[in-house]
């Protein structure tokens, strides 16, 4: 009996020593239990696709704005067949109806019952700025332009209290890059400044062709399209053969504090992949409620101006729809 307690002892001791890592490892091993330690997902969510929304088997039609709703109906614009429509869904996906307009393909936002048009008009090989209003959304009116070339594929927002505008500089031979103006009332407009450039991490064949951006309550968000220059740095002119990522354009993201201070997220990774066969994405979002909907102008042929002459028939822009939660986008900054 005696020798009995002592043991008991000995082994109460032996665990009162033990640590209690080492007391469950022992109850572990007795169990045979194995445990596994299961990863993290980190990656960032993407928008959904949600199909081609619009296209023709005979021309190019692409939408080229962001969307506005109101009454229930989604309000875009579009090009079909060379003229600028005014489309409409009760959707945004299908059942568009067209209506002519004598807008120029450039920015359109809906302020206040009115609409505004940004646009473009060449002059001597350089691209000035146009702007019109419109009372019903088809007929616009010319009410200011401005006398120093400004270039193309502007994205023009209402802030609450300014309009600001971010376009390409059109001025030769400089890499495109993206400007920054602001205006009170849509006529008068301070003059472009610089505020987003390929840098080294880009390297030499990357530049900046437009820049969609929505305000949001956690700053600007910008759709940055970047075109793919020749392997060589030849630009738009280049006659093929072409290997296979020269002449292409793809959509990153960019946030801003002020829309002017610019910052590359995503580790600069492509936002929306191309699919099988594209070449071309352009595109253009706006936050409607809790979802932010980008629409895209895709083609299969190269961005070239042989290309645009020549390898058109099959390979005509089309437009199709992602979406992403607010609350998804916001976990990119």
Request: glycine letters at 6%.
């Amino acid at each position: 009996m005696k020798t009995l307690i002592i043991i008991l002892m000995l082994f109460s001791a032996h665990l009162q020593s033990q640590t209690m890592e080492e007391r469950m490892q022992r109850v572990e091993d007795s169990l045979n239990i194995v445990w596994t330690v299961e990863p993290i997902d980190t990656a960032l969510p993407k928008p959904v696709y949600e199909g081609i929304v619009m296209q023709s088997s005979n021309s190019d039609q692409f939408i080229f704005n962001p969307a506005y709703t109101n009454g229930g109906i989604w309000d875009l614009y579009c090009v079909k067949a060379g003229r600028v429509y005014l489309a409409q869904s009760p959707n945004g996906l299908n059942a568009w109806t067209y209506t002519l307009t004598n807008a120029s393909a450039g920015s359109i936002l809906n302020n206040a019952g009115k609409n505004y048009l940004s646009y473009q008009q060449w002059y001597s090989g350089l691209a000035y700025s146009r702007f019109a209003i419109s009372l019903d959304k088809i007929s616009f009116q010319d009410v200011s332009s401005l006398r120093y070339p400004t270039g193309e594929d502007r994205n023009v927002i209402w802030t609450g209290s300014k309009y600001i505008s971010l376009g390409r500089p059109e001025i030769p031979p400089a890499k495109r890059t993206i400007m920054y103006q602001e205006s009170q009332d849509f006529r008068s407009w301070t003059l472009p400044v610089t505020v987003l450039i390929p840098d080294a991490q880009d390297g030499p064949s990357k530049q900046f062709y437009h820049l969609s951006v929505i305000q949001t309550d956690r700053g600007y968000f910008g759709l940055l399209n970047i075109y793919r220059t020749g392997n060589r740095g030849q630009d738009t002119e280049q006659e093929p053969p072409y290997t296979s990522e020269e002449h292409t354009t793809q959509l990153q993201l960019v946030w801003s504090a002020d829309a002017k201070n610019w910052i590359r997220l995503n580790d600069r990774k492509t936002f929306i992949e191309r699919k099988s066969g594209i070449e071309q994405m352009f595109g253009w979002w706006s936050q409607l409620g809790e979802y932010v909907y980008v629409y895209t102008c895709e083609s299969a042929r190269k961005h070239t101006t042989w290309a645009n002459t020549y390898d058109k028939a099959g390979k005509y822009y089309f437009s199709s729809r992602y979406k992403i939660l607010l609350t998804d986008l916001y976990k990119y900054h």
